[in-house]
């Protein structure tokens, strides 16, 4: 396969949005079983006989079997057409829920946690490939961000109502509940995504080669940073909010809506920035990240101040997806597939790294109220790594200059 087969021809405007909107559904089902176990954490400790740190390994082996195990299902099905890929996905999604609900203890609730996370990062490393493939080169950082939108709305929606759900009626109907919305999307995907999506099948030699530039292995530590930043604070914000903020459970399902919001704010606001500005919004979202976390520390004492404070965290947080998600397809252009795929991983690397992290904190006496302060920490790793990278493009561009 040559470069040029590589390039991609967007199909026309209107006929992109059902498939936007299918590859949304199913994003926001994976974002549901990925976070509402944050809400339903004390739960499942309790009813499974563990400690908190202990229950929050789900997320850590969650995120280290999206790290790892996402790029072999993504290698898997390399020769496979993109829909049918994405389908088989949505099918491993489906009975990882379903093993979650049934789990009858904490080791088998975890390797259904693992199944679960199998499908991923390939969907979304794949998705992304196809949503930028959807649309005009010019709108390819928006069409991403539509696709993550669902992962935004599971903060909205689904992670706030599964955990009144799961803490009405058990934990466990809250993972059922997400294998009813798993089936939806399957079949939503069925019915909207082109039978010949504008995507080749990988080329795994090109793909691997791809992940030789210092660019793509910097955009994915940046991510590998940004999520360790999240999930050292966000892993624990149910005890933060009940033993700190000291709010009911109605009161920690409400601050998760609060959260949401401002992720799906962010999202979109990302997704706009990095079509007009890619490098200078990482910088920017950042610059107010460090700041907000560190202010947590000491807002999470009143519950308005901490409403206020998740909206525009989850707003800063989630304005970083869609550039850094950008940013290495874009860096990996000829051959996006699998550095897409593995930028997800990078992602959910920082999201076991960041719950462990937190979980080390707590179990060596680390204040629950402390904890914003390594999330804060972990964000100006990211920004560091951020003006390298920059410095880099600068250093090129410069060399190119002068060869002319």
């Not at 999506?197 to 940073?225: D, H, K, T, Y």
Request: glycine share 10%; charged share 10%; proline share 5%.
């Amino acid at each position: 396969m040559t470069v040029q087969s590589e390039t991609v021809v967007p199909m026309a405007a209107p006929s992109s949005r059902l498939p936007l909107f299918a590859l949304a559904a199913a994003s926001f089902g994976i974002g549901t079983t990925e976070f509402v176990i944050m809400g339903l954490l004390p739960d499942v400790a309790t009813d499974l006989g563990v400690t908190i740190p202990q229950a929050g390994l789900l997320v850590t082996g969650y995120a280290l079997s999206v790290t790892f195990g996402s790029p072999f299902l993504a290698v898997a099905t390399a020769k496979m057409d993109r829909r049918w890929a994405l389908m088989l996905l949505m099918a491993v999604f489906i009975v990882g829920n379903l093993l979650c609900a049934l789990a009858p203890n904490y080791t088998l609730l975890m390797v259904a946690r693992v199944v679960t996370a199998l499908c991923h990062g390939a969907f979304f490393g794949l998705g992304a490939v196809v949503a930028a493939a959807l649309v005009e080169p010019r709108k390819r950082a928006q069409a991403i961000a539509m696709m993550f939108a669902g992962l935004t709305l599971a903060n909205v929606l689904g992670v706030p109502f599964g955990t009144a759900l799961g803490e009405q009626f058990g934990w466990r109907n809250a993972f059922f509940a997400v294998v009813v919305i798993g089936a939806a999307a399957a079949i939503a995907l069925q019915l909207w995504l082109p039978r010949n999506v504008p995507v080749p099948p990988m080329n795994l030699r090109r793909e691997a080669g791809s992940l030789r530039s210092a660019q793509v292995i910097l955009a994915m530590a940046i991510s590998i940073a940004v999520s360790a930043s999240m999930f050292s604070v966000f892993t624990y914000i149910t005890p933060i909010l009940q033993n700190v903020t000291q709010i009911s459970a109605r009161g920690v399902t409400l601050m998760l809506l609060l959260f949401g919001i401002g992720l799906t704010v962010g999202n979109i606001i990302g997704g706009r920035l990095a079509d007009w500005r890619l490098m200078g919004s990482i910088v920017g979202a950042l610059t107010v990240l460090i700041p907000v976390l560190a202010l947590f520390s000491v807002t999470s004492l009143s519950p308005v101040l901490t409403g206020v404070t998740l909206v525009i965290w989850g707003l800063v947080a989630f304005a970083l997806v869609p550039p850094l998600q950008t940013r290495v397809v874009t860096e990996a252009a000829g051959a996006p597939n699998l550095a897409s795929t593995l930028n997800q991983g990078a992602f959910n690397f920082g999201n076991a790294i960041g719950a462990w992290f937190g979980g080390v904190g707590i179990t060596l006496g680390l204040p629950y109220q402390m904890l914003p302060w390594m999330g804060s920490a972990l964000a100006v790793v990211a920004l560091v790594l951020t003006l390298i990278s920059m410095r880099l493009d600068l250093a090129s561009r410069i060399k190119a200059q002068l060869a002319l």
